[in-house]
């Protein structure tokens, strides 16, 4: 039986680079915090045991991840290198017996095929660490992997310790590492904080391996694009382009038409059915679950908690949060649905409001099938709209009045 793995990812470091009061780790991705897919590809790896590091504003890193079962958060509370947070893990694993991975918490285009082949690799091949690297044309910033006139693995060489001619090296190191948990922990008591930047150095357990005469190999298995880590603002966004590429890819394979990718930004956790068409400049964030043949947008804005059943139509400058439009609902113009549930084949007339805040509190609207909501209606919250109802052209409509036409009630 292959031996159980658990991971440890790194999420302690403060990220001077980004600027910001948050932890770095949840600034978001197309919709989610960037642990989050982190996270994700270790379970989809069939990683049961997941412990994240964490320390700058640690209580807000939980709370964003409550809930999550088989996830525990241990405390760095000084950052002093790589090393020295995976060896704060030591307690929290307790008696685990296996192999641990090791992985950086501000890489989320990593893919959960390449922690598997990391995986399968390191327990055929029998290695106290495997590694899986990456080959850049600017390699600047990462630890470089150094190997022998055979192609073994030596060891990886921070930038900052690198001699000119291992500068050179394109062989990186992504922060992808699989340990045997007892040699992990014993090659970790030996590293010393013997380097320009004064930190220990997970990536200095590894040429202590490789000289304790222990079987240490590297696979050239991430590709480029997956290594970026995020350091700024601007890789934020670089990652999110890639990231919502991949979305949009993944939604296109599925029968999805998107007719400008470019000018479309939809959320990982969005789920659209076949045939539905996605016109220009739609912007659908969070939860939002759309059904089949449906058309939508250009200039839609769909929000948390949408639900469009099949064959719905949500067209030019038109909002929905936390509603849903069943079969064949149509808004085509100009609308503002909050908190609505609309029934099937209703039109919602170009204009139309829903006033589901009234300074205080949010309202549920409800409007029957078939009913036919006119133009420039506003549908004063908390509401039930009987089936089949017609609703004038510019009317005000509120609880108890019916159907008051042509404004103020
Ligand atoms: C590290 C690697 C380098 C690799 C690069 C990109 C080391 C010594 N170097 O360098 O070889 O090419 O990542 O993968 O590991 N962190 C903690 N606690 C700490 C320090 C860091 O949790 O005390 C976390 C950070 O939050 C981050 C990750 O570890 O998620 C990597 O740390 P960072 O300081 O960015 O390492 P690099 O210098 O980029
Ligand atoms: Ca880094």
């Known amino acids: 039986m292959a031996k159980p793995t658990a991971a440890i990812i790194l999420a302690a470091g403060k990220s001077t680079r980004m600027v910001t009061d948050l932890p770095k780790v949840l600034h978001e991705v197309c919709g989610r915090p960037m642990l989050a897919y982190v996270i994700d590809a270790c379970r989809a790896a069939g990683i049961a045991r997941v412990l994240c590091v964490v320390g700058y504003r640690q209580e807000d890193v939980k709370a964003a991840f409550a809930g999550e079962s088989g996830l525990t958060f241990v405390e760095q509370p000084e950052q002093r290198g790589t090393g020295h947070a995976v060896v704060v893990c030591r307690d929290a694993l307790g008696d685990f017996q296996g192999n641990v991975m090791v992985i950086a918490g501000d890489m989320p285009l990593l893919r959960s095929e390449t922690l598997e082949l990391l995986i399968s ?60 948990h007892q040699w992990l922990f014993e090659a970790l008591a030996q590293v010393r904080p013997n380097n320009v930047k004064g930190e220990y150095y997970l990536t200095d357990a590894l040429h202590i391996l490789v000289h304790g005469g222990h079987r240490a190999i590297a696979i050239t298995a991430v590709p480029a694009e997956d290594a970026m880590g995020i350091n700024s603002r601007e890789e934020v966004a670089t990652v999110g382009r890639i990231m919502q590429n991949r979305i949009q890819r993944n939604l296109m394979t599925q029968g999805v038409t998107i007719v400008d990718p470019p000018n479309t930004w939809i959320d990982v956790r969005a789920q659209i059915g076949q045939d539905t068409v996605i016109h220009p400049f739609s912007y659908i964030h969070g939860r939002v679950q759309i059904g089949r043949r449906c058309s939508v947008g250009p200039f839609a804005y769909l929000r948390e908690g949408t639900v469009l ?101």
Not at 137 to 146: A, E, F, L, M, N
Not at 151 to 164: A, F, S
């Open 309 to 409: 059943k099949d064959d719905v139509v949500v067209g030019v400058f038109t909002e929905l949060k936390n509603s849903t439009l069943a079969e064949g609902a149509r808004a085509r113009h100009l609308s503002y649905i909050g908190d609505a549930e609309i029934g099937r084949r209703v039109n919602v007339g170009a204009g139309t409001l829903f006033a589901n805040f009234d300074g205080q509190r949010i309202h549920r609207a409800q409007v029957g099938d078939d009913t036919y909501i006119g133009n420039g209606a506003i549908l004063v919250a908390p509401i039930a709209i009987k089936p089949r109802e017609q609703i004038a052209h510019g009317s005000v409509v509120r609880a108890g009045n019916g159907n008051s036409r042509g404004g103020g009630a």
């Open 121 to 180: 690799t390191h327990n055929q091949e029998n290695a106290a660490v495997t590694l899986a690297t990456a080959v850049l044309d600017d390699p600047t910033g990462y630890g470089r992997i150094v190997r022998d006139q055979y192609g073994n693995l030596e060891g990886i060489i921070e930038e900052g310790d690198c001699t000119d001619e291992q500068r050179k090296i394109k062989e990186v190191n992504p922060s992808y590492y699989l340990f045997d």
